[in-house]
């Protein structure tokens, strides 16, 4: 194998090397087709059967009901961040919004163009290192939109927010989680991730969405910007990302292949359980993020002192752990443990820890 290292990139991250490398064989020639996988047309049969396995995939690990539309889109999470409120609120309706991190944020700052954005809870005060607990929500509010994981602060939702409007639906940012744990579909309106952290290449972003809501959001607004028109055309109303798409096949492949969603969860339990609890007996290092809000898939983490945390992560760069290197928000350390990234690799970084906190 090529010398790769431990890579915590919080994303683009690691994919599992036997996808790569099966890319890798596809770029020249897909199957036997003779035609690289970003060379085919998105609407020949070989692309589309890699269309098609992504989403049959995608629905069977997440149990998609039929009611549910799954599409592939562009312009990352951040352009969901519009295209919600642009499809679903109307002059002087609301929405509420979840602040519990600096995406979440940016969701209700892209939203406010469109209505009324009622910010029904947030953690700022602390720096964002918490996941509150209570939220005032508006009693007409449209959907409530949160971030499952906070991929800067290393916290997440341990469950769905509950308690709002009844007639609201729920709008997940799960960029930095799907699909590393099971998720009840039925609860949510929509789900949406840019697939660099736990499902593929940037460039691609998952969308699953109730049908009546495709149905009936806004019909005045650009083309590329509805929902209705992607769902008609099943994502290929313009050319799609056709090498994201076929990677994220991949990758649904090997999630399955390791036991699906239930058997990501205990693994990603187990690594950042392990991880957590070497801090908790650090005289060094300590997590950032509150005990109940702990993300598992971003370890946030100091050792108080901004010179320590510096030649932290330059010897760790230099024994090969790339990626350590905390937002600048937070500063200090945040070690990214996406579905793919082994558990050795998380073993091999509390060594690199103990060997450093034995020497500070
Ligand atoms: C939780 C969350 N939401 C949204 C985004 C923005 O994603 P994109 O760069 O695909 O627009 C990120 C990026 O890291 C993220 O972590």
């Known amino acids: 194998m090529t010398n790769r290292i431990w890579n915590f990139s919080a994303g683009p991250a690691v994919l599992p090397e036997s996808v790569l490398e099966e890319a890798r064989e596809n770029l020249l020639s897909l199957g036997d087709t003779g035609v690289g996988i970003c060379e085919h047309s998105h609407r020949g049969k070989p692309f589309v059967a890699v269309a098609e396995e992504a989403e049959v995939l995608c629905r069977e690990l997440a149990g998609i009901p039929d009611n549910y539309k799954v599409l592939f889109l562009q312009g990352g999470a951040s352009s969901q ?39 029904a809870s947030s953690s700022e ?28 602060y290393g916290t997440q939702f341990a469950s769905p927010p509950a308690g709002f409007n009844k007639d609201a639906f729920l709008v ?11 998720i009840d579909v039925p609860e949510y309106g929509l789900i949406y991730a840019g697939a660099q952290k736990n499902l593929g290449p940037s460039g691609v972003t998952l969308v699953i969405v109730r049908d009546d809501l495709v149905e009936t959001g806004n ?50 339990q187990a690594k950042a359980g392990k991880l957590y609890d070497f801090l908790a007996g650090s005289s060094l290092f300590s997590a950032t993020a509150k005990e109940d809000s702990r993300s598992l898939m971003n370890v946030t983490f100091v050792t108080g002192d901004a010179d320590k945390d510096a030649a932290f992560i330059k010897q760790a760069e230099a024994e090969g752990f790339s990626g350590l290197k905390g937002h600048r ?5 945040r070690a990214s443990i996406y579905n793919a990234f082994p558990s050795e690799g998380v073993d091999a970084l509390i060594q690199f820890m103990k060997d450093f906190e034995a020497k500070a």
């Not at 799960?174 to 744990?181: E, G, K, N, T, V």
Request: proline fraction near 6%.
């Open 329 to 333: 928000s937070v500063g200090g350390m």
């Open 81 to 119: 961040f519009f295209m919600i409120p642009m499809n679903f609120l109307k002059p002087g309706d609301t929405a509420d919004y979840l602040v519990t991190g600096e995406w979440a944020k940016k969701a209700a700052k892209a939203a406010k163009p469109f209505g009324n954005i009622n910010i």
């Open 172 to 182: 997940c940012d799960s960029s930095s989680d799907i699909f590393s744990r099971p």
């Open 219 to 268: 019909s005045d607004q650009p083309e590329m910007l509805q929902y209705r028109i992607h769902a008609a055309s099943d994502s290929m109303y313009n050319t799609p990302p056709t090498f994201g798409i076929y990677l994220m096949m991949l990758v649904f492949r090997w999630i399955k292949a390791n036991g699906g969603l239930a058997a990501m969860e205990t693994r990603n």
């Open 125 to 152: 005060d602390a720096n964002f290192n918490y996941i509150p607990t209570e939220a005032n929500y508006s009693d007409n509010a449209k959907y409530v939109h949160f971030a499952s994981n906070n991929t800067i």
